[in-house]
C-alpha cells in the first residue's frame, strides 16, 4: 500500500473516480426523471455547475502526484495554478447566481 501512494498512483486513481463522479453527475442532469429525484425542481445541473469543482480536483491530483514523485517544481506549480483558477472561476458562478 505504501508503494501504491508513494509512487503517485493513488493520485490516478483519485482523478480517475473524479472524472467518473463529473460524468455521473453531468449524465443524471440530463435525465429527467433522476433529476427530479435529487434536485429541486427550480434548480438545473449545468456542464458549467460541475467544471469548477472537478477542475479544481483535477489540479490538486497533478500537483499532488507531481509532489510526491519529486517532479519538477513548475508541474506542481501549474497543478495549483489550475485548481486556483478552476476554484476563482467556481466561486464567481456562485456570486453571480447568488445576486
Known sequence: MIDFVASGRVFDLVAAILALEGLALLLV???????????PPWRRLAPGDLAGFV???LGLSIAARAA??????????????????????????????AA
Not at 442532469?29 to 434536485?39: D, H, I, K, W
Not at 517532479?71 to 447566481?97: N, Q
Open 29 to 39: 442532469g440530463r435525465l429527467p426523471s433522476m433529476r427530479a429525484r435529487l434536485f
Open 55 to 57: 477542475v479544481a480536483g
Open 68 to 97: 510526491i514523485r519529486e517532479d519538477d517544481w513548475t508541474i506542481v506549480a501549474a497543478g495549483l495554478t489550475i485548481a486556483f483558477l478552476a476554484h476563482v472561476y467556481d466561486l464567481r458562478r456562485r456570486w453571480i447566481r
